[in-house]
DNA sequence: GCCGAACCGTAACGTACGGTACGGCGGGTC
DNA sequence: GACCCGCCGTACCGTACGTTACGGTTCGGC
C-alpha cells in the first residue's frame, strides 16, 4: 500500500493502533531495520493480519512508525516578540541544546538509521519524513527568530538559510554522524548545556550585527 | 569469518582480488545493502565458491570492501613548515573543499548508509572502520596543522580537538545528513570552493590569534 | 603429457521472512 | 439467543538469498 502523504501522522489513529505503533517503535530502537513483521505483531500483542490491514504492507508501517514519532515531538512555534540580545542568546541556547538531545537520543538514532539505510534503494519515502521533521523543522522554527533578530539589529546577515546552515553546523558539529556509525559518544546534560552556549556564542561572534 | 583487523586494508591483496573487490564496491554504490553475493560473482565473473574461500561470508566482503576503499584514499601528510596566514588559510581552504568533495561523492555516501545501516546489530564493525577513514583522519591530518599555527600565533585556541570539531561543524553543516537521507542535494566544485573558503573566514574569525 | 591446485558456472539446500488464509472468540446489535 | 464483525493466534505459502557442493576448465610444475 501506498501510505497516503498526509503532514500530519497521528491523526486518525485509534488508541489501539498508537500502541501498536509504540511497540513498534520499541522495536525499531531495539532491533533497527531487522525488525520483522512477526516481532511487531508479537510485541504489540496483535496478530499479522491486524497489521497488514491497517498499514498495508512493511514499509507502510515503517512510515507511520516514523510519522507517529515525529507527530509526538511537535513544539509550539516561539513567541518572538519582545527580542533583546539576553533573550535571543537563550533562545539560541534553547534550540542549540533542544536539537542536540534529540539527535543524541536513542529514538532519533534508530529512525535515522532506519530512514539512512532504505533512502538508497526505495523511493526515499522516509527519508524524507525523517529530514522534514528533524533538520527542516529546526530551519523553521528558527529562521522567523533569526530574522526578527536582524529586524532590531542583533543579527547581521544577507541570507537567513546561509545564517541558519552555519549555526546547524557549529552546534551538530561531528555529533550525528559519529552516533549514527556507533561511536560511543554519551552527551551529558552538562555537556550539551556547555556546547549549546559554546555554539551561540560563536554563532553570535559571526552574525552580531553593529558590534 | 572474522576479518582480520589489520590497519592496512590493501596489503596482501592479489590483483584479482582487488578486481573483485572494485566490483562489489561499484555494486554497493548502485545497490546499496541490498547487494547480493550472486550479483558481485557474476559482476566480477568469478564464483561464490571463490567469493567464500577469500572473504569468509558475507560481512567479511563487506568489510574487506570497506577496507579496500579506504586505502585508496590514503593522503599524503602535510607540510607544516614554514606557516604563516595566506599558507594557513590555503590550507584550511583545501582540507575544507576536500572534505565536502568526499562526503558529497557516491562512493561516501553509499559506504556511510551501509555502515549506519550495520552500526545498530552487527558489532559496529563498518562503523568503526568508516569513522576511522573519515573524521578521524581528517582530525589527524588537519591537528598538526593547527597546533604549527598556534605556535606561530596564527591561531588561538585551549584544546585541539575542540578546534577541529569547529572547523568540521562549519565545514559540513547539514551536508552529510542531507544526503544520507536522500536529499537531492548537487555540490558543484564553485559552490564547493564558496563554502570551503566561507568556512575558513569562519573558522579564522574565531580562533584566529593576535586580531 | 600428466597431476594437482585454483577457479568458473551453476545447481541445490536450508532458512528466514513477507504476505495470506483460516479457525476461534469476545463484544456489540437486534 | 442468534448473528455479525473485528481481532487474535497460528499455520501455511512463495520467494529471495546466504551458503555449500560439484562438474568442468585453465594453468603452472614435473
Known amino acids: 500500500m501506498q501510505a497516503s502523504l498526509e503532514i500530519d501522522g497521528g491523526g486518525e489513529l485509534t488508541e489501539r493502533?498508537?500502541?501498536v505503533l509504540n511497540a513498534a517503535l520499541r522495536l525499531?530502537?531495539?532491533?533497527?531495520?531487522?525488525?520483522?513483521?512477526?516481532?511487531?505483531?508479537?510485541?504489540?500483542?496483535?496478530?499479522?493480519?491486524?497489521?497488514y490491514k491497517w498499514f498495508g504492507d512493511r514499509d507502510g508501517l515503517l512510515i507511520a512508525t516514523v510519522q507517529w514519532q515525529a507527530s509526538k515531538v511537535r513544539v509550539a512555534p516561539v513567541d518572538r516578540a519582545r527580542i533583546d540580545l539576553p533573550s535571543l542568546t537563550a533562545s539560541l541556547e534553547g534550540f542549540a541544546s533542544d536539537w542536540l538531545s534529540v539527535i543524541s537520543s536513542?529514538?532519533?538514532?534508530?529512525?535515522?538509521?532506519?530512514?539512512?539505510?532504505?533512502?538508497?534503494?526505495?523511493?526515499?519515502?522516509?527519508?524524507?519524513?525523517?529530514?522534514?521533521?528533524?533538520?527542516i523543522a529546526l530551519a523553521r522554527r528558527l529562521k522567523p527568530v533569526l530574522e526578527a533578530a536582524r529586524g532590531k539589529g542583533l543579527l547581521a546577515f544577507d541570507d537567513a538559510e546561509t545564517a541558519f546552515r552555519s549555526f546547524f553546523g557549529l552546534v551538530a558539529r561531528d555529533v550525528q554522524i559519529r552516533l549514527l556509525l556507533g561511536d560511543r559518544l554519551k552527551l551529558t546534560e552538562a555537556e550539551i548545556g556547555r556546547d549549546a552556549a559554546l555554539a551561540t556564542r560563536q554563532f553570535l561572534a559571526l552574525y552580531g550585527g553593529e558590534r
Chains 1, 2 share one sequence.
Open 17 to 19: 493502533q498508537k500502541d
Open 28 to 51: 525499531l530502537v531495539e532491533e533497527g531495520d531487522r525488525l520483522t513483521m512477526t516481532a511487531v505483531a508479537r510485541r504489540a500483542s496483535c496478530s499479522k493480519e491486524t497489521l
Open 106 to 135: 536513542e529514538t532519533s538514532i534508530a529512525l535515522n538509521r532506519v530512514a539512512i539505510a532504505r533512502a538508497g534503494s526505495d523511493g526515499h519515502g522516509l527519508g524524507a519524513i525523517v529530514l522534514d521533521n528533524g533538520r
